[in-house]
Each structure stands twice: as structure tokens, then as C-alpha cells.
């Protein structure tokens, strides 16, 4: 699976856009990138994935670089209950299980 | 919308015990996870099962743990005698389609204490 970075933590303002940023430069041409989100103790919830394109869906949008080392998941207008742990995932097609990191602790603020 | 079910969703036990958590994956779904995640750590694999055998497995699950299928809609981890280091919230998670391509459903958790 592709090794992604993210920040560990962030901090945005309640109905602002969310943008958390994930690196993923040693991603393969054929692995998917995933975001899940844990909020608290519950179980991970899918959001978004894409392979080259740009993706949206009525949860987030996910902005994919052109070399696609690096992708953006945008909230567009963050509440609290977006609050959340984010993660980035790299996933080959074909692959039979997801691989969590640490993720990006995000903290919508009122 | 469909869900995946876990039972119970806390669990106390003494350590050497041995404990069954239970998992109702999505009716038309063919893969099947459990995941564990100990306080304040990440999630961690476990053990992915499909058509009545496991697919892959961690070096977490070792021989204490096992998994089972017994009949059309459960799917079940058994832990066969804990420990301390046992405690942690235990996810299950299905998924439709051979190769992984969408989304995975998780459960909401059962919440295992060993004492």
C-alpha cells in the first residue's frame, strides 16, 4: 500500500471549507486513494475515493494533483459534527484490505 | 441504509476467559473484516474471511484469536482466553465486490475491558 503523510492535526472554523491535505508521492499508477473518517470512538466511515479524476459527492470533494502525489479532501461548509479523525489511504485495485495511519486530527471550531 | 450490527457493544471480561463478539455483515456482502483499535492507538487489520475461509490474516491474530461463519448472516471473533493487552474496541466491516473497489461498512463496535 502506498505510504501516505498527513498533518496530525487541524483547526477550522465552523461553516468555512475544510481542507486537509495528504501526500502520497510514492503511489502507484494503479493504487486508489481513500478517505475514511473516524468520529470519536465509532467506526471508520467511508467518504470519497478517486484514481486520477477529481471526485465529488454529496459528503466532500477530492482533489487529486495532476502527478497525483498529493490530494486534497475539501468539507465545503464544515459543521461540529465534522469533527472528526481523517484518513488518507492508498489502496491498490484489486487489494483486499485497508491500511490506517495516524490521520489528521480535525477540529471544526464555532 | 444497510448497516453492519455488532453485539455486545461493551464487554467485560476476566483475563484467560474466553469471548465471542458477533457481527451481522450487510446481507449481499461477500467480504468480511474485523478490525481492533486500542485506546488512543490507529486502527488496525486483523483478519479479512471470504467464502468460508480466511483471506489474510496480521501477525495480531494469532492461535487466541479465531473467526467464524456459522451460519448465512453471522460472522464472529472469538478471543479464546484473554489478555490485559486484549482491551480495545473491535470493528467489523463488509464489503461487497471480490477486489477491493468501494466502500467499506464498518460496524459501530464492541468495546472488549479484560481485566
Known amino acids: 500500500d502506498a505510504k501516505t503523510t498527513q498533518p496530525p492535526s487541524m483547526d477550522c472554523a465552523e461553516g468555512r471549507a475544510a481542507n486537509l491535505p495528504c501526500n502520497h508521492s510514492t503511489i502507484s499508477g494503479n493504487e486508489y486513494v481513500y478517505w475514511y473518517r473516524q468520529i470519536h470512538s465509532q467506526g471508520p466511515q467511508y467518504i470519497i475515493h478517486?484514481?486520477?479524476n477529481n471526485e465529488t459527492n454529496e459528503m466532500a470533494s477530492l482533489i487529486i494533483t495532476e502527478d497525483r502525489k498529493s490530494s486534497t479532501l475539501i468539507l465545503p461548509h464544515a459543521t461540529l459534527r465534522d469533527t472528526a479523525v481523517y484518513y488518507c489511504?492508498?489502496?491498490?485495485?484489486?487489494?483486499?484490505?485497508?491500511?490506517f495511519g495516524q490521520g489528521t486530527r480535525l477540529t471544526i471550531n464555532p | 441504509e444497510p448497516e453492519v450490527t455488532q453485539t455486545p457493544s461493551h464487554q467485560v471480561t476476566q483475563m484467560g476467559q474466553e469471548v465471542i463478539l458477533r457481527c451481522v455483515p450487510i446481507?449481499?456482502?461477500?467480504?468480511f473484516y474485523w478490525y481492533r483499535q486500542i485506546l488512543g492507538q490507529k486502527v488496525e487489520f486483523l483478519v479479512s474471511?471470504?467464502?468460508?475461509?480466511?483471506?489474510?490474516k496480521s501477525e495480531i491474530f494469532d492461535d487466541q484469536f479465531s473467526v467464524e461463519r456459522p451460519d448465512g448472516s453471522n460472522f464472529t471473533l472469538k478471543i479464546r482466553s484473554t489478555k490485559l493487552e486484549d482491551s480495545a474496541m473491535y470493528f467489523c466491516?463488509?464489503?461487497?465486490?471480490?477486489?477491493?473497489?468501494?466502500?467499506?461498512?464498518f460496524g459501530e463496535g464492541s468495546r472488549l475491558t479484560v481485566l
Open positions: 466491516a463488509s464489503i461487497r465486490g471480490g477486489g477491493y473497489t468501494g466502500e467499506l461498512f
Open positions: 489511504i492508498g489502496l491498490p485495485q484489486g487489494a483486499q484490505k485497508l491500511v
Open positions: 478517486g484514481l486520477k
Open positions: 474471511f471470504y467464502n468460508n475461509e480466511i483471506s489474510e
Open positions: 446481507s449481499n456482502h461477500l467480504y
